[in-house]
Structure formats: structure tokens, C-alpha cells
């Protein structure tokens, strides 16, 4: 984050925002992950007349991987801007380029000016948890001779038993046909 050397103007701004801007509706459907969300144009409409009654302007600026969003107070000039981070899915594809951009645009303005849209997940899909539905392996399934495979090749049962859902019997026939 980069800021004014005196930021007093703009807190104050950002107070008079904070009391006037509401929450911001998930209005948009994501079909995908099929959940909602706060679609950039939905949040640029709440935004923009608490921004001007407080005074404040933001600007955002796209450069390679990365957006950096700029607050500012109109009468003092006093600024916050910060960076975001923007992966993309696909090289050199300008529509995947422009869905990054939206996306960060829309996280980076919530961050940065503290906008209620998202529920609070305590940050559980941060920590990309994912209930891992394992793969059944058994004498009959299409994997059983990559895994004697692997394991005649030095590879360890353990590892098996972590990836796949085996029994303990088709463990050992398979540590067994495996030459083990």
C-alpha cells in the first residue's frame, strides 16, 4: 500500500462514505459455481453518489499481472492506492485478460474502500478445502495396473492408500502382484 505522508481529510472522507453507502447485493449469478455475486457495474451504482457526497474519486490502473487501485480526496489530494494481484487462466487471450481485470476491479474496490458484499466465510475457501471424494481402486478398476505399476517400480503402498480408496486386502494383492 502507498499512501499521502497525511491521510486526516481522507479518513474523515471515507467516514462520510461509510455512513451513506449501503450494502452491496449480489445480484449477478455465477452458473459455473453456481453461487451469486456483486457484479462491477452493480457496485460502481452503489458507490457512485456516496463517493461524490464524501468528496472522493477513485481511479484503477491495469499493468501486466497486476490492477493498482487509487483513492483520492478531491480538496486535499491526500491518496491510498494499493495493488491486486491478477493471474490469468490463459496467455495472450484478450477476453481472459478482461475477465481478470473486472474480476480484480471488483475485489480491489470492496478491499479498498471496505464495501459490505461478501458473507464471511472466515476465510475457509481461502484455505481451498475441498471434501476429496477418492478414487475406489479394487482388482477390477482401470487404474489397477498403473498402481502394480508404480509400486513394482519402488513406489510406496502408503502412497497408494493416501490417493485411492483400497482395502487393506487389495492392498496387500497388490503389493503381492507387485512382487512385493
Known amino acids: 500500500m502507498n499512501k499521502s505522508q497525511e491521510i486526516k481529510e481522507l479518513a474523515k472522507a471515507l467516514a462520510v462514505f461509510h455512513a451513506q453507502v449501503g450494502k452491496v447485493k449480489k445480484e449477478a449469478q455465477n452458473p459455473f459455481f453456481k453461487s451469486k455475486y456483486a457484479s462491477l ?5 452503489v458507490i457512485g453518489e456516496p463517493l461524490q457526497k464524501a468528496g472522493l474519486v477513485f481511479s484503477q490502473f491495469p499493468d501486466e499481472f497486476e490492477l493498482t487501485t487509487i483513492i483520492i480526496h478531491t ?5 491510498m492506492e494499493a495493488s491486486y494481484g491478477m493471474p490469468i487462466a490463459k496467455e495472450n487471450d484478450p477476453q481472459a485478460m478482461g475477465s481478470a481485470i473486472t474480476y480484480a476491479r471488483r ?11 461478501d458473507e464471511d466465510d472466515d476465510g475457509e475457501k481461502a484455505m481451498n478445502r475441498q471434501k476429496m471424494v477418492k478414487y475406489k481402486l479394487t482388482k477390477n478398476s482401470p ?18 492408500a493416501e490417493k485411492y480408496d ?3 486386502k487389495d492392498l496387500m494383492d ?7
Do not use: C, M, P, R
Open 143 to 160: 487404474k489397477w495396473a498403473d498402481a502394480v505399476k508404480y509400486v513394482a517400480g519402488g513406489g510406496d503402498t502408503a502412497k497408494i
Open 107 to 117: 475485489y480491489a474496490l470492496g478491499a479498498i474502500l471496505g464495501l459490505n458484499i
Open 75 to 79: 480538496e486535499s489530494g491526500q491518496f
Open 166 to 168: 483400497i482395502s487393506n
Open 41 to 45: 457495474s452493480n457496485i460502481l451504482d
Open 174 to 180: 497388490l503389493a503381492v502382484e507387485a512382487g512385493l
